[in-house]
């Protein structure tokens, strides 16, 4: 991923400047003594250009050249020194130098501030800016600046510019897990194709960032039918190395979906590719490759390629260190090997625990820039202020001067008075003002620190609880007969999947908070009601079904999300049922332009006083041993039937005596929302046909 990532970004970097190249081979055999400075400053310029991604030392050797003209005080012009600030920008980040992008940006800001530079290419740098904003971690900034550079495009209609910040925000909300928005942007580039004329190669580029947001979304058969799209474009096109990266993406999807037939036949095409395989996508491939050895059990040789690849790779690259590293101590605890297990799970905790460290020290860097920065930015404005005042000052004194009639000081008094009424608005103006920024700036921190917390609940809490409880089974492999030291290791790992679980759920719920109500459809209850009893009939193989079905066969709404909220229902039927006989009984009907659909089953019953709080969070009624769960299923069913303005409640519970639930959801007509559907489906993605319930409820 990261590193196509960079061939995307540097493409963008490199096309928006067309210039006649020459080659830093020969320039300086291309100087003549009537030579001017200018004609050299160019040359050099054009060198950056071409060099930029073959041999960055290069470029960065003839920005240097730049600099050392500009030092001999010759008139350039702006245009020239500007194009030459983008090239060190772009320097700075093709050699993985955020922080010096970073600074260089904030001191070409203030020189434009001061009128010491003029921009002659706004967009670009604006997209510069914000792209730099995202390589230093500062997501909030990276996003606000991307959706001001789209107001800007759109105003200009700079198809360019319009194009290159989508993708770069797709990648973003890709980068932050926000899945949804990412297709979304990158929808909206493969839309545009139709109006616009879209290079090949970013059309290929955004199949490629659409695919790996489907794939995180496990939705891996979307993603490999994006990913054929991109594959196709890239072979027509003669685009060998992306297209490589195309069949190795695929090749991972088909092993998640768990098609190694498919995963095997793309390990036969790369063969065909191998000396396109460059360095870029070495590892890459041999990621697919181990991971390919380990599903067909071929565990020696998935050793041995993860081995290979820790003794080649450089340890500088540590996010893929430690992909490696919890791969290859995942394939360990297969094999059985749970020394070597070990090995590797420490290895990876130290290398996790010296990325952090790492990282924070980036954050304390990129903070004292951006303090320093604003402080300078501070004094020169005291500056300005304290000149402004002395000019203001002596303008008054000559004014005192000249007005020496009675009645021209009478009128300076008026002046003098208006002028102190106006500013005395202008304070409560700008208090007021103040108090709204503050109260937003409140608002956007606690927003901040929800996502913060959310991100840390479902992805930070995992990396120790992984830990806990891979050492307490590679501790309980190791124990002989300690029968109490069994016990106490069994009660952690049960906490400790119990903890996972609750984690799982809460990632689940908020999942459903952002999912999409989808299209609306024509469909059968009573078919998916048929199709959910089969599958539960295989998750409770000691319980026998009875499905007593009365009432209507089609309704029209969110089929997707019906889906999800009858298996929790019905689940819940089947699941709390102490009888080997489970009689559900539905009766679906419209009444009062709303479909009914009321569930009656013979399973354990809900008391009165628990009947009001069964729709909460994490609300238990009985003990996990006895039933299994997270306690999300109708808190879920709730929150999706809320999602298409339905309701869902208890009609009638006893103990023993069974359930009868009522979940209601409008009656729609698909003909009064065609002009809606029509926009949905050219201007975002559909919903899923089925929202999968993870097995945590």
């Known amino acids: 991923m990261q590193r196509v990532t960079f061939l995307i970004i540097a493409v963008f970097l490199v096309a928006n400047f067309s210039s006649l190249a020459q080659s830093v081979e020969y320039f300086e055999r291309s100087f ?6 200018r004609e050299k400053f160019s040359m050099y310029l054009d060198s950056i250009n071409v060099y930029l991604l073959k041999d960055v030392d290069v470029a960065e050797f003839a920005a240097e050249q730049c600099e050392k003209i500009i030092e001999n005080k010759e008139d350039l012009g702006d245009s020239l ?3 030459l600030i983008i090239q060190k920008i772009c320097i700075k980040q093709t050699k993985s130098r ?3 992008a970073y600074k260089l940006i904030l001191d070409t800001d203030r020189a434009i501030a001061n009128g010491e530079i003029v921009v002659s290419d706004p967009g670009y740098y604006n997209y510069l800016k914000s792209f730099t904003y995202m390589t230093i971690g500062d997501i909030e900034e990276a996003q606000k600046s991307y ?10 209609k700079d198809t360019t510019a319009l194009i290159s910040n989508y993708f770069s925000l797709g990648q973003l909300y890709n980068d932050e897990g926000e899945y949804q928005s990412s ?3 990158l929808n909206i580039i493969l839309e ?8 090949s190669s970013t059309k290929a580029q955004a199949y490629y960032e659409l695919a790996y947001a489907y794939k995180n979304l496990e939705l891996y058969d979307k993603a490999i039918e994006v990913l054929k799209l991109g594959s196709e474009i890239t072979e027509k096109e003669d685009m060998r190395l992306l297209y490589v990266d195309f069949l190795i993406f695929m090749g991972d999807v088909h092993i998640l979906r768990g098609d190694i037939a498919a995963a095997q036949e793309i390990y036969q095409d790369l063969k065909l590719y191998k000396k396109s395989i460059d360095q870029g996508a070495f590892y890459a491939y041999e990621f697919f490759k181990a991971e390919l050895f380990r599903k067909q059990k071929m565990y020696s040789k998935a050793l041995q390629t993860y081995e290979g690849m820790l003794d080649s790779i450089d340890r500088v690259n540590e996010n893929t260190v430690l992909e490696l590293l919890k791969n290859t101590e995942e394939l360990c605890q297969e094999m059985g090997n749970y020394s070597l297990a070990h090995k590797y799970l420490s290895e990876y905790t130290d290398v996790k625990q010296r990325r952090d460290s790492d990282a924070s020290k980036q954050k304390t860097s990129f903070l004292k820039i951006k303090y320093d920065s604003e402080k300078k930015e501070r004094e020169n404005k005291l500056l300005n202020a304290q000149v402004f005042q002395y000019k203001a000052e002596k303008r008054l004194m000559y004014l005192g001067l000249i007005l020496a009639l009675f009645i021209l000081s009478f009128l300076a008094y008026i002046y003098y008075q208006s002028k102190r009424h106006s500013r005395g608005l202008e304070r409560k103006v700008l208090d007021r003002t103040q108090n709204l920024k503050t109260s937003n700036d409140l608002l956007d921190k606690s927003n901040s620190e929800l996502r913060e917390f959310n991100r840390i609940l479902s992805h930070d809490l995992k990396e120790p609880l992984r830990n806990i409880i891979a050492f307490s089974q590679l501790a309980n492999k190791k124990l002989d007969n ?8 069994k009660y952690v790992l049960a906490g400790g999947k119990q903890l996972d679980s609750l984690i799982k759920g809460i990632s689940v719920y908020q999942n459903v908070c952002t999912l999409e109500v989808g299209e609306l459809e024509s469909f059968e209850p009573k078919l998916l009601i048929e199709e959910l009893l089969k599958q539960l009939e295989d998750s409770y193989p000691n319980k026998i079904i009875n499905l007593d079905y009365r009432g209507d066969y089609s309704a029209i709404g969110s089929k997707h999300l019906v889906h999800s909220i009858l298996y929790v229902l019905l689940d819940n039927a089947v699941k709390f049922n102490e009888n080997n006989q489970v009689f559900i009984k539905v009766r679906h009907y419209t009444e009062e332009g709303m479909y009914n659909i009321e569930i009656e089953d013979n399973g354990i019953g809900i008391a009165e006083r628990y009947q009001e709080h069964v729709f909460e969070m994490f609300k238990r009624l009985h003990g996990r041993k006895k039933y299994k769960g997270a306690g999300l299923g109708l808190s879920l069913a709730k929150k999706l039937t809320e999602k298409i303005d ?5 009609l009638k519970s006893k103990e023993k005596q069974g359930s009868t639930y009522l979940f209601s959801f409008p009656k729609q007509d698909i003909d009064e929302n065609l002009e809606e559907q029509n926009y949905t489906s050219t201007r975002s993605i559909s919903a899923p046909k089925a929202f999968s319930l993870p097995s945590i409820f």
């Open 32 to 37: 003549t003594e009537t030579t001017s400075e």
């Open 81 to 83: 020194i500007f194009e």
């Open 98 to 100: 955020p922080l010096e």
């Open 147 to 156: 959706y001001k550079n789209l107001d800007l495009a759109e105003e200009n």
């Open 183 to 185: 297709i979304n942007s």
């Open 192 to 199: 545009s194709s139709d109006d616009y004329e879209v290079r």
């Open 482 to 489: 300690n029968e109490e030291a069994e016990k106490y290791l």
């Open 646 to 650: 339905g309701n869902i409640s208890i």
